[in-house]
């Protein structure tokens, strides 16, 4: 069974930095694709990145391109999502998800992505 745990949520001012990391264990040789989520209050669920792992491409939603980079380190079986130039539209609890069977690379739609972490909060704001 895949396992994933986020940290390095936390409380940054507008325009500030964090990076949050995704660390995986279980099966991770069997994953397609790992991607970052965000939900806040009252909002539906949506895709932030995702990177996948056959040629490290990487997908950005438009609210975040330029902002956010996604990576991961394949000794540490980690995926990291540096997030700069913070908005207060970016506070959310972020998750980070897992494929292993068919999914579009393109949608970042989380009912595609069958593992997930518990989430870490991400809160901007002056």
């Known amino acids: 069974q895949l396992k994933l745990v986020e940290s390095g949520g936390g409380l940054v001012q507008p325009g500030g930095s964090l990076r949050l990391s995704c660390a995986t264990s279980g099966f991770t040789s069997e994953v397609n694709a790992i991607a970052w989520f965000r939900q806040a209050p009252g909002k539906a669920r949506e895709g932030v990145s995702c990177?996948?792992?056959?040629?490290?491409?990487?997908n950005y939603a438009r609210s975040v391109k330029g902002r956010f980079t996604i990576s991961r380190d394949n000794v540490k079986n980690t995926v990291y999502l540096q997030m700069n130039n913070l908005k207060l539209e970016d506070s959310a609890v972020y998750y980070c998800a897992a494929v292993d069977g068919p999914y579009s690379f393109q949608d970042l739609n989380p009912n595609q992505y069958e593992y997930w972490g518990r989430g870490t909060q991400v809160t901007v704001s002056s």
């Open positions: 990177i996948r792992i056959q040629d490290d491409k990487k």
